[in-house]
């Protein structure tokens, strides 16, 4: 399996002013991180609106992204949900072909035990064609993911190769990088955090801001995998204020303000989803013309 080490990318999914999936912005994002050195690209995840695409449109956004990225980098598909069979029933539709893995979220809205965590991904890994990362993002789910269950399960699902962590927990990101096998990916799942847990011993993060600055953002990760601190720390506090910026009001209602500052893609959102305030899409561009200078 191609490498998961270093910056992938939570990629959004554009839409028209009719409300369709915009293919063609589609394309230029996916170009756009090809361009700046992301290292992988994450489909139909959250920040890809995936719960109200529906299966046609989901098949749509994959299609595209795959066409567009041609096998330069590794693609990570979204597969996940609170009702393990239809997940597996999912999961047996991928092509092993195309996908290099997925990213399976914790079960959302029932509130499983521990043990229910477990036998969830128990079933989720003998299922898949392809290797799986968890993603725990208890903000979302209304339950955490105790390092103790990922330990668990990094020992007895060997096709569970790592953990997409965004609890925003760096004393639970620490536990995890200390107790996981040595071979488990811990991917931070929180940009504010990224870097802190590189730093760790972490192997790199699934970003949001990360598509909007893939330039600076993923070289700010390299930088730390290699161990250069203050170079990596410099460029992390550039970022800081759009990092708070783009989740103030929910995500991806802000990177999609960001892209479109930046001309990739027109600013709509499905709902219960809305556009940012006035306000906040004022910051957001400020901040982008002016990060746009120090760049240049």
């Known amino acids: ?15 028209t002013a009719q409300g369709t999936v915009d293919t063609a912005a589609l394309k230029r994002i996916v170009r756009y991180q090809l361009d700046n050195g992301i290292n992988y690209l994450v489909v139909l995840g959250t920040t890809g609106e995936s719960v109200t695409l529906s299966t046609e449109e989901k098949t749509t956004v994959l299609d595209t992204v795959l066409a567009e990225n041609q096998s330069q980098v590794p693609v990570v598909l979204g597969v996940g949900g609170n009702d393990t069979a239809e997940v597996i029933r999912q999961l047996k539709k991928i092509d092993p072909q195309q996908i290099d893995a997925v990213l399976s979220v914790s079960p959302m809205y029932n509130k499983p035990t521990q043990e229910g965590i477990f036998r969830h991904f128990e079933a989720v890994a003998q299922a898949s064609p392809v290797p799986v990362l968890l993603y725990n993002v208890p903000g979302r789910t209304s339950s955490n993911m105790a390092p103790e269950t990922v330990v668990r399960i990094a020992n007895q699902c060997p096709n569970i190769i790592g953990i997409k962590e965004a609890a925003g927990d760096l004393v639970q990101a620490l536990k995890l990088i200390r107790t996981v096998p040595k071979d ?113």
Not at 1 to 15: C, N, R
Not at 200 to 225: C, D, Q, T, Y
Not at 255 to 270: P, T, W
């Open 184 to 296: 488990f990916l811990v991917i931070s799942g929180d940009d504010m955090i990224a870097l802190s847990m590189v730093l760790a011993g972490g192997h790199g993060v699934i970003s949001v801001i990360g598509e909007g600055l893939p330039k600076a953002f993923s070289e700010m990760i390299r930088l730390g995998l290699n161990g250069e601190v203050k170079r990596a720390f410099a460029l992390h506090y550039q970022m800081m204020p759009v990092i708070d910026y783009i989740f103030e009001e929910g995500n991806p209602a802000g990177i999609k303000a960001l892209f479109s500052v930046i001309g990739l893609c027109s600013n709509h959102l499905r709902l219960p989803l809305v556009p940012v305030s006035p306000a906040l899409y004022e910051k957001i561009e400020i901040f982008v013309n002016d990060f746009n200078a120090i760049e240049r």
């Open 1 to 15: 399996m191609k490498s998961l080490i270093g910056t992938g990318v939570a990629l959004v999914t554009p839409f």
